[in-house]
């Protein structure tokens, strides 16, 4: 029987079909149709500046979205070969990891509400919120921040801040506490999830696994340790790994994930230095107002980058960062022109969502609904 | 930020490569974000990826990305489509890029899913947006767009607003 899920529908997580091939009620072959939500942003990104694209990269993990600026103008950074200072790099850290957090109470609450524990959804987005008016209050948005800016970011930390992160902080380890508590020794969840939807770690590595689901597979491979960024090699933080590849793993492993994004946002609050929150690179950076003002450079880099935008140098780059979900990789192709010429984002969900068919074959419908939240396909991300 | 730390482990292995491949490749060279690139002719594409999977130092297990590049505007550097292919070594935090330049009529290279699983999406995708054949793909469809749709929207040639606009007059 081919029963067809989707693409509306209460179980997936955003606009996902999923065609299932049913033997009586155990799924034989299962072929995910995406594409509902391609907005065809790699094709905008040839005709609009360096600057404009940085909205469209928010609404890729639209519940990290902070995450997915980092890593564009990582990579226009890179380009240019500007620096950016410390004040801005400590900041991005933050917020990546407060980002971070967030991507993973969301992944974990719908998940575990897929399989019907509905009081730590609750309890999760509770801690979201908090999380939201913190965001609010450091970028004007909630969910679509666009807070980075090539060369730093774009507005200084309001007063209070330390202490509202660290009331996060307090309280997302509370929330983690009561949900272990609901959860990690439910003879129900235990039953729903150990066991199912497992991959192996040889096929994750040649699927092009990466993030969480690798780490739920035994392999301990992170890229802020692999190819380090921003300040992440002054802090100290492990990295979980589970080695069961199924739906509990993955689960496992993002819990104690945002208790190391807890940590790491404790060191680095400690130490948030002084200075300029934007690269001093007049040519590729907006000048600050006394330039513009008083100088004829910061007159004319102010009127050409307004009007003209950056044009980095011809060459190309490809910059990742660990996003919640994975490795977000963004390779930029640049022929001196004011629009890149190629911009390709590397999706972690659609490396994941291919390895579907292989961790379903054999279990049953709710199963699926179970490791599809597992996996954590975000449709913005996947289909771009 | 250091793509490669030990940049002679990945700069032999090219070498290797290249000795091994003759003609058919080109001198290895890093980009500006320090990951070195070599260019391949299409016909030794599986071998290169092969080569680097199994090395044993460089031991490139990861495909990171697969992906296409359409130099219609800039005849003069070469064919006109480029595959590129974005290999990672997790043992040992190493990044490496293979190219391959493919003409304007009927692209088509082998497909790298022998090697890498997760290339069965990728060239999907390169297949929808780009149009370049992969040849021995166990399912060369469609990914992103619909079944029925005609052009590759990643080519230069096809415009950014596309080619069926919906036009919303006063009686609609």
């Not at chain 1, 029963?3 to 072929?31: C, K, Y």
């Not at chain 1, 967030?102 to 399989?115: E, F, P, Q």
């Not at chain 1, 939807?197 to 696994?209: H, K, L, R, T």
């Amino acid at each position: 029987m081919i029963l067809n899920v989707g693409p509306s529908h209460p179980a997936t997580h955003g606009v996902l079909q999923i065609v299932v091939e049913l033997e009586g009620e155990s799924i034989m072959r299962v072929d995910p149709i995406v594409g509902y939500l391609h907005r065809g942003v790699e094709k905008l990104a040839e005709c609009i500046t360096y600057h404009q694209f940085i909205p469209y990269t928010d609404r890729l993990n639209y519940v990290s979205s902070f995450l997915n600026n980092v890593g564009y103008v990582m990579a226009v950074e890179k380009l240019i070969g500007i620096e950016v200072p410390e004040r801005a790099q400590v900041i991005r850290v933050i917020l990546s990891e407060m980002s971070r957090i967030m991507d993973h109470l969301v992944c974990l609450g719908a998940n575990v509400v897929d399989i019907g524990a509905f009081t730590p959804f609750l309890y999760m987005f509770y801690a979201r919120e908090k999380a939201y008016d913190i965001l609010e209050e450091v970028c004007g948005a909630r969910m679509t921040v666009s807070y980075c800016r090539v060369g730093g970011v774009a507005r200084d930390l309001p007063d209070g801040f330390e202490k509202k992160v660290l009331d996060f902080c307090d309280l997302t380890e509370s929330t983690l506490k009561d949900v272990e508590g609901l959860l990690n020794k439910n003879r129900i969840f235990l039953d729903r999830t150990v066991g199912i939807g497992v991959i192996s770690q040889e096929d994750a590595v040649s699927y092009g696994f990466t993030g969480p689901n690798l780490r739920a597979t035994g392999k301990q491979w992170d890229i802020r340790r692999a190819f380090p960024y921003l300040t992440y090699d002054r802090y100290e933080f492990d990295i979980p790994t589970h080695d069961g590849g199924d739906i509990w793993a993955r689960y496992w492993v993002r819990l104690e994930e945002m208790r190391q994004s807890v940590r790491i946002i404790r060191q680095a609050l400690k130490d948030i230095p002084d200075g300029r929150i934007i690269s001093d690179d007049f040519k590729h950076v907006l000048p600050d107002k006394e330039e513009v003002y008083s100088s004829i450079e910061g007159v004319i880099h102010h009127f050409e980058q307004i009007v003209q935008g950056i044009r980095p140098p011809k060459g190309e780059v490809y910059a990742s960062v660990e996003a919640a979900n994975g490795e977000l990789g963004y390779y930029l192709v640049s022929d001196g022109e004011r629009s890149p010429y190629r911009l390709r984002i590397r999706p972690p969900c659609f490396i994941y969502y291919q390895a579907l068919e292989q961790m379903v074959r054999g279990h049953i419908i709710p199963d699926l609904v179970g490791i599809l939240g597992s996996i954590n396909i975000i449709a913005g991300e996947l289909d771009r | 930020m250091t793509e490669n730390r030990d940049k002679d482990v990945v700069a032999d292995c090219l070498e290797e490569l290249k000795s091994h491949l003759g003609e058919a490749a080109s001198e290895a060279a890093p980009t500006l974000d320090g990951i070195f690139t070599i260019e391949v002719q299409p016909s030794a594409i599986i071998e290169s990826l092969n080569f680097l999977r199994d090395h044993l130092e460089g031991d490139f297990d990861m495909l990171t990305d697969l992906t296409a590049v359409d130099w219609m505007n800039y005849p003069e550097t070469g064919e006109r489509f480029e595959v590129v292919y974005l290999l990672c070594s997790t043992k040992s935090n190493h990044r490496v890029r293979v190219k391959c330049r493919l003409g304007e009529t009927g692209p088509r290279v082998a497909s790298a899913t022998a090697v890498f699983k997760g290339a069965e999406w990728l060239e999907r995708e390169v297949w929808d947006l780009f149009g370049i054949r992969f040849d021995g793909h166990p399912d060369l469809r469609r990914i992103m767009l619909w079944e029925d749709f005609e052009g590759h929207p990643l080519r230069k040639d096809f415009p950014t607003r596309g080619y069926n606009p919906v036009e919303r007059t006063p009686e609609t």
